[in-house]
């Protein structure tokens, strides 16, 4: 894992910023949301990628390819996250000077 962010550093900050980039306009969208059914399907996904990425279960190539894809979710979901927060706080301080005119 060390030699994946050692040697991946350029493509995890590209992961940040693409989740900074998506969490920030995600506050802006209005589409209908995940069901819960998919939610709890996509969550076991991941926990079951984690676990074969964790056991070694995939050799080679695509054991590597599996732990990149890991590695670099986790800088898009941080990301994702401090853009929605930071577009929050955008708007909450825009409709407090709004509501102080």
Known sequence: MAYLVAFHWSWLAGAFAIGLAMGWIAVV???PGVSGWLTWSLAALAA?????????LIPGRAGYWLELLLILFVPY?????????????????????????
């Open 29 to 31: 969208h209005r589409a």
């Open 48 to 56: 079951g990628l984690v676990a074969a990425a964790v056991a070694s």
């Open 77 to 101: 979901l941080v990301g994702c996250a401090i853009g929605t927060w930071l577009r929050a706080l955008v708007v909450r301080r825009s409709m407090r000077r709004r509501s102080a005119v």
